[in-house]
């Protein structure tokens, strides 16, 4: 039999992780079993065991504190494959799923963390389990504190592109135990079915979490901004979003494949060109820095989410 897998606190990343697993398990969804997108986007695989395989999941439990979020969840899971109308949601029964898991991946906001871990019978529920948190700004020592010495911690950074599976996920380093290398493909068979996976030190989570997690949003203000640009100049707004939308995941596929970004902008950038000229307006604008500094200050953020005299 395969583990079960637990989403404790199942809201837009919760959804978006066991959605993005479940898909990559739903092999009905796959037309004539083709290879899907990662073939050409290393970094990304998709799990080759069957349900009955120690490192993949066959039973998924979803939690939520509220009705209305079970509701919400159920007619998502609905909209998907055979495999996600078998996903069992938990309605203020956090304890009770816990008990009935495997591995239990921690969804819930920051702030709420030591109060769904402090539940009675939470931490005789998680003895000898893999706790997988991917809170921001929670360290892996606050956890640990909050259970038994027994449970073991994991953090992960993923992003919401796993709904798709176009994550990226950071991971701390696996804890040495009897299960490691059992634990470590458990670990890769969930994140890498939803994207990239990568192993980084804790130190970096807070910088991880403002690059990959709110990385997104900002991406999408350059998107849009371009886009504006594209109607201004006469452009339609559905063709000129899909044109930057393109132009942007194809820059960023040609990174991914080894070229770095200065090499693409110099392909493009002609002696008294148009390109050239749009770098400067960049420039002028102070664009470059700009960013930077905005992944700067979300950094500093993301140290405080988890820090209770910290809002």
């Given amino acids: 039999m395969g583990y079960t897998l637990c989403v404790l606190g199942c809201g837009t990343m919760g959804i978006a992780i066991l959605s993005g697993v479940v898909d990559s ?146 991971v701390s380093t696996i804890p040495s135990s009897a299960s490691e290398a059992l634990d470590g493909a458990i670990i890769l068979n969930i994140f890498s079915s939803i994207g990239r996976c990568r192993f980084l030190d804790e130190k970096h989570f807070d910088a991880c979490t403002a690059l990959s997690g709110s990385g997104p949003a900002f991406a999408c203000i350059f998107l849009e901004a371009m886009a504006d ?5 006469g452009l339609p707004r559905a063709e000129a979003l899909e044109l930057a939308s393109q132009t942007l995941q194809g820059a960023a596929r040609m990174v991914l494949q080894g070229q770095h970004p200065a090499q693409i902008r110099d392909a493009v950038t002609t002696p008294g060109g148009c390109t050239i000229a749009g770098l400067l307006a960049l420039e002028d604008g102070r664009v470059r820095s700009t960013i930077a500094r905005c992944i700067q200050v979300a950094t500093e953020r993301a140290s405080e989410l988890g820090q209770p005299n910290k809002r």
Avoid at 132 to 153: D, E, F, N, R
Avoid at 229 to 233: A, E, L, W
């Fill in 25 to 170: 398990l739903d092999v009905s969804r796959i037309p004539n079993n083709l290879e899907k997108w990662e073939s050409h986007t290393p970094g990304t695989v998709t799990p080759t065991g069957s349900p009955s395989d120690n490192t993949t999941p066959s039973r998924f439990l979803a939690c939520v504190q509220r009705e209305v979020s079970a509701v919400k969840l159920k007619g998502v899971f609905a909209s998907m494959g055979v495999l996600a109308q078998n996903i069992e949601i938990f309605v203020s029964q956090n304890v009770q799923a816990v008990q009935q898991s495997d591995v239990v991946i921690l969804c819930c906001k920051p702030q709420s963390a030591h109060s769904i871990l402090s539940e009675p019978s939470m931490q005789k529920a998680l003895d000898g389990k893999l706790l997988i948190s991917i809170l921001a700004g929670v360290t892996i020592s606050q956890l640990s504190s909050w259970v038994l010495p027994s449970t073991k911690v994991i953090r992960a950074m993923p992003n919401t592109p796993c709904k798709i599976r176009e994550g990226m996920t950071n």
């Fill in 229 to 233: 640009g594209g109607v201004m100049m």
